[in-house]
């Protein structure tokens, strides 16, 4: 139990364009989902929590207008970069919150990497 | 800021008992202790969580000390397929959202 599903798993694209990508919680509900991303060498880094039916909460330096979240359903959210650039290439990372008594954790989905050109 | 100190990297024998050690020291009394480790270029994994008490399950053993600074987790008969990035990671009370602030880990090599 408790398997996230992400897609793509990979992604290349030109700078400019805009990403979707899709964290899907496969065998359970989550009201909370959390978007990570991770560069080379280095540890995972919060971007934002994602609360089924209302508006993503950002960390600090994340800008809200770049990375869009929508987390319309108890088993999806989505992470859209807009205008990607080439800094923006890294290692994006979902997982989604469960709750059962005393039992809180998160799991988390494989990973997109993305590279924009 | 992560609020865990871990060594930067570990090696272990195959087969043998690996001992992961964290340091937390300014852990408060309602923050857990979790356990996830990353192989490479995957998502992280969850291994185990505690509070207080030690805690065991099908993949590890968790070690808490009486006064809560300090853990160790315990893989029992460690393989290769174990090699990876260990965190140790207490868990933030931030509303509702229970944010984890994650470390640099122990890069654990197991070794045939």
């Known amino acids: 139990g408790a398997v996230v599903s992400q897609h793509p798993s990979w992604v290349i694209c030109k700078s400019g364009t805009s990403v979707k990508i899709e964290c899907r919680s496969l065998?359970?509900?989550?009201?909370?989902m959390f978007w990570y991303r991770q560069f080379p060498k280095q540890s995972l880094m919060l971007m934002a929590t994602s609360n089924e039916g209302s508006k993503a909460t950002y960390e600090q330096g994340v800008e809200k207008d770049k990375f869009l979240i929508n987390h319309a359903s108890l088993t999806l959210s989505t992470l859209t970069v807009t205008s990607a650039h080439p800094e923006d290439s890294s290692f994006y990372i979902c997982?989604?919150?469960?709750?059962?008594?005393?039992?809180?954790?998160?799991?988390f989905g494989p990973g997109t990497r993305l590279t924009v050109l | 800021d992560a609020k865990t100190t871990q060594p930067t990297s570990m090696d272990c024998a195959e087969g043998r008992a690996a001992n992961l050690p964290c340091n937390h020291s300014?852990?408060?009394?309602?923050?857990?202790v979790y356990w996830y480790r990353q192989i490479h270029s995957q998502g992280p994994q969850y291994i185990i969580h505690g509070l207080k008490n030690n805690e065991t399950n099908e993949m590890a053993s968790l070690i808490i000390t009486e006064d809560r600074k300090s853990s160790t987790l315990i893989l029992p008969h460690a393989t290769l397929r174990d090699t990876a990035v260990y965190y140790c990671i207490v868990r933030v009370n931030a509303g509702n959202n229970r944010k984890l602030i994650w470390g640099l880990g122990t890069s654990l090599a197991v070794n045939p």
């Open positions: 997982s989604a919150r469960v709750q059962e008594g005393v039992r809180d954790t998160q799991y």
């Open positions: 065998d359970f509900q989550a009201t909370t």
């Open positions: 300014t852990i408060s009394g309602n923050e857990y």
